[in-house]
Nanobody
Framework: QVLLVESGVGLVQAGGSLRLSCVAS????????MGWYCQAPGKQPDLVAV?????????ADTVKVRFTISRDNANAKNTVYLQMNSLKPEDTTVYYC?????????????????WGEGTLITVSS
């Protein structure tokens, strides 16, 4: 079983910064692409930023110059971070951690996508 646990400050003023963290834990053989999505009520999740196991990032155009995604794979930490700078009120939403993780169960590899529970970030004007 794999769990993604997110953490980060929930309320910040416009123009401010904060960092989200997400730790993947469980019977992980390897963590592949990890990242962050946001989701408005009644809509599909939208990509914010993802980073591949080799470190290559991909960003949504709306955050490309303001957000930085990084990850720590050392010692099986399997942690992904999202540094959010120059925050705007329109960045207010629930952010979900996402990870494609390979597990080894009963001598078989399985690649699945996992989601965190989400963390609400509110940017006040």
């Amino acid at each position: 079983q794999v769990l993604l646990v997110e953490s980060g400050v929930g309320l910040v003023q416009a123009g401010g910064s904060l960092r989200l963290s997400c730790v993947a834990s469980g019977t992980i053989f390897s963590a592949n692409t990890m990242g962050w999505y946001c989701q408005a009520p009644g809509k599909q999740p939208d990509l914010v930023a993802v980073i591949r196991s080799g470190g290559s990032p991909n960003y949504a155009d709306t955050v490309k110059v303001r957000f930085t995604i990084s990850r720590d794979n050392a010692n099986a930490k399997n942690t992904v971070y999202l540094q959010m700078n120059s925050l705007k009120p329109e960045d207010t939403t629930v952010y979900y951690c996402n990870a494609d993780i390979t597990t080894l169960q009963r001598m078989r590899f399985a690649l699945e996508t996992y989601w965190g529970e989400g963390t609400l970030i509110t940017v006040s004007s």
